[in-house]
């Protein structure tokens, strides 16, 4: 059974830097074909996919957010992070993960999200 | 970037009606467009996946079609467990979501 948990700051200040971990199980991220992205909602609006870490290390930011992102992987520990510099009370948001599937080539399994608020 | 547009964005439906909403690229993505459902406080759940494949253990109400730009999810007779939010998304180049549609009731 795949499953995916948020952990992290709830509160962040503007200017700081957020880093978000997921811990899963259930599959090797080590394993050809797997990723893990990050997807974000702010409250009432939509999704945005973050950035994605592949098996091989591969990694894929959104455009618009490249500059201020950064996915790492921990494949002993069965974690990815995320990192989100120069923090906005407009990224005020519930941060999710996801389990890439390998066939489906889109995100099956989420974890529950974490809520970060960006205020001083 | 490829955008995806949904329409509409708020629909009321009663019980058993049948329901469309509509999905838009800004550029060709194939088939590589999935349906997600949500429900509040709740991650997404993943309907359609290939644009018209249904995932195991949704049910068979739920359809979707389309290829290139122009999609549809089809809920063929509405039950009170489908009033959420839906939202499409492209898989062809990146992620993209669409801005999402939620059904509501009448």
């Known amino acids: 059974q795949i499953t995916l948990k948020e952990s992290g700051p709830t509160l962040v200040k503007p200017t700081q830097t957020l880093t978000l971990t997921c811990t899963f199980s259930g599959f090797s991220l080590s394993t050809s074909g797997v990723g893990v992205g990050w997807i974000r909602q702010p409250p009432g609006k939509a999704l945005e996919w973050l950035a994605l870490?592949?098996?091989?290390?591969?990694?894929r930011y959104s455009p618009s957010l490249k500059s201020r992102l950064t996915i790492t992987k921990d494949t002993s520990k069965n974690q990815v992070v995320l990192t989100m510099t120069n923090m906005d009370p407009v990224d005020t948001a519930t941060y999710y993960c996801a389990h890439r599937d390998d066939h489906l080539l889109t995100f099956y399994y989420w974890g529950q999200g974490t809520l970060v608020t960006v205020s001083s | 970037d490829i955008q995806m547009t949904q329409s509409p964005s708020t629909l009321s439906a009663s019980v058993g009606d049948r329901v469309t909403i509509t999905c838009r690229a800004s550029q060709s993505i194939s088939s590589f467009l999935a349906w997600y459902q949500q429900k509040p406080g709740k991650a997404p759940k993943l309907l359609i996946y290939k644009a018209s494949s249904l995932e195991s253990g949704v049910p068979s109400r739920f359809s979707g079609s389309g290829s290139g730009t122009e999609f549809t999810l089809t809920i063929s007779s509405l039950q009170p467990d489908d009033f959420a939010t839906y939202y499409c998304q492209q898989y062809n180049s990146y992620w993209t979501f669409g801005q999402g549609t939620k059904v509501e009731i009448k």
């Open positions: 870490i592949y098996w091989n290390d591969d990694k």
